[in-house]
């Protein structure tokens, strides 16, 4: 019989094949999980937090996470393109297949400067940076081939809000779905996933080409990227944008706007959101609308302009976000909220530097407009009056101060006189200030009194100069004559009337202790200086200007016939019979 031993007993050599087996073994299981591994990979989660990453770089595909094993995916894609209109009562946005992106989106409420429609896409701009809603990868080749792919839609034809409308394209490698929810409001919501052999691409939904309602330099020179990032909002101007930018952080809410108009992306996951901004240059010499003194033909020559834009996604590389595309009324911007429920988009009308005393100069002007006056060019005139009356007081006591000042002339006068031979390196010469001082303190004279009435109207008169521009409430508003308080006055009377105000203003306002020659300079030099703002600025601007200016002729004129004006004629008749000599006459009696 043969032999059977066990294997327990076994010698060196049965051993060492065991080995040799196990270690075969081993290796067919790793090449195998290798190879699942490669071909196969994993994808993370959609909710699952992904890992901190560093950014991605222009020119390269950025996976949010490892890939998941994956089949491949059938080719879906349309024969023809078709288009796809959703409207409420505010807008009317219209789709194209090719690309599932905007070529139209009309705001009902507003019209151009031709009385038609107002498109907000910027038709020149989207030709050649890309429309509204397209996608931004950061591989050159996959960015215009998603966007110029055929895709199959839920619908075609015109809906009405509320719906919903789904994009889906597949070539069996890249596979793209775009969703897009509407409403009642001026917010959408877009749900947006690109994936490329199974694996997620950080695909950025984008607003590329800036905005269809500039016709003039400054409307696109006025262009901005805002942004609420890791808690405060940031206003940046053209000239501060970086082309090809891309910025992570907490994302509240990000996006552009002009001076009228914004498209903001607020994502549903503001930790895992990015931006990308685009600052491109294009010319519009050719298409370009001359407004105000302009004769409303194209510019001559070249004249280039920057075209922002921004796009956001979700470092997963499923972007779910709103999007407000709408006018900057700051009632709706109050109502509109980030993911954090403490933000809104309000900061997005942002003011300046006079900031705080514009917002409340504008909610005035609003509640006259709607309480009062239907008509803004009124509401301007009365908030206007409302101003002046609360500057009176300033301007009796800048005249009371001016009398004292006329009272105690001559004495002052007599200290100047005293130290007149002196040169002046003289340190004796210090001694005037202290005892011209000296006086003003013991006759209870504010030496600065005369600057205070200039000074307090200043603030409201830079914040209404900051404000004009940026309300759409005054886009295109009409006030008699003038077609748009926005734009300058077409026949120049405002100008005209302003500069006849301020110098009858000069004329009739005492200028107690000021030389006659500076005088007369300020009375031309003022008006000129002014005429020119309101020459090229807004309407708006100038009938606030020359109505405050007729207010103040006006109470001056009755503060002249007091007998605190009366007083002050006196003094100054006496002074000016002291230095022409015995029977001079007073010429332009006040």
Known sequence: MAEFKNPNQQGAGDNRSLLVMMFVMVTIFFATQYFRTKHNPQTALPNSKPAQTAPAQAGTTAPAA???????????????????????????????????????????????????????????????FGHPLSLYTYDAGLTKSVNEALYVGSASGNLTAPATLAFHYSDGGVEVEKTFSFDETYVLHADVQVKKNGVPVRALLSWPGGFGDQDN?????????DSILNGSDEHLAAKKVSGGNTINGTIDWAGVSDMFFAAIFLPDSPDRATVATFNNQMDVAKTIRRTGLGSGAPSKGSLDVPILGAALGDVSGHTQTRIFVGPKYISVLKSIHAANPKLTLEPLLNFGFWGAIAKY????????HSHISPNWGWAIVILTV???LLLLPFRIM?????????????QVEAVKKKYEKLKITDPKRSELNIEISK????????????CLPTLVTLPPLWAFFTMLPRVVELRHAHWLWVSDLQAPDPYYILPILMVLSSFLLQFFTPSPGVDQQQQRMMAFMTPAITG????????????????????????????????????????AAKRARRKAGAGATIQGKR
Do not use: C
């Not at 490892?66 to 078709?82: K, L, R």
């Not at 409207?87 to 989106?105: I, M, P």
């Not at 100069?361 to 006259?368: A, E, K, R, V």
């Open 386 to 388: 409302l101003i002046n």
């Open 66 to 128: 490892s890939a998941a094993p994956a089949e491949a995916t059938p080719a879906v894609a349309a024969t023809a393109e078709t288009t796809t209109t959703i409207e409420n009562e505010l807008y009317r946005v219209t789709f194209s297949n090719r690309g599932a992106q905007v070529k139209s989106w009309i705001l009902k409420k507003f019209t151009d400067s031709d009385g038609k429609p107002l498109d907000i896409v910027h038709g020149t701009a989207a030709a050649q």
């Open 217 to 225: 330099r400054n409307a696109y020179l006025n262009g901005q990227f």
């Open 439 to 450: 006086l003003y303190k013991d006759n209870n004279v504010n030496m600065f009194g005369g």
């Open 361 to 368: 100069l504008f909610l005035t002007l609003q509640f006259i």
């Open 398 to 410: 800048t005249m009371k101060n001016s009398l004292k000042m006329q009272r105690i002339q001559p």
């Open 532 to 571: 020119y703002f309101v020459l090229t600025y807004g309407a708006g601007l100038g009938l606030y200007w020359a109505v405050g200016n007729l207010i103040n002729i006006a109470s001056q004129s009755v503060m002249n016939r007091t007998s605190l004006g009366q007083e002050m004629r006196e003094i």
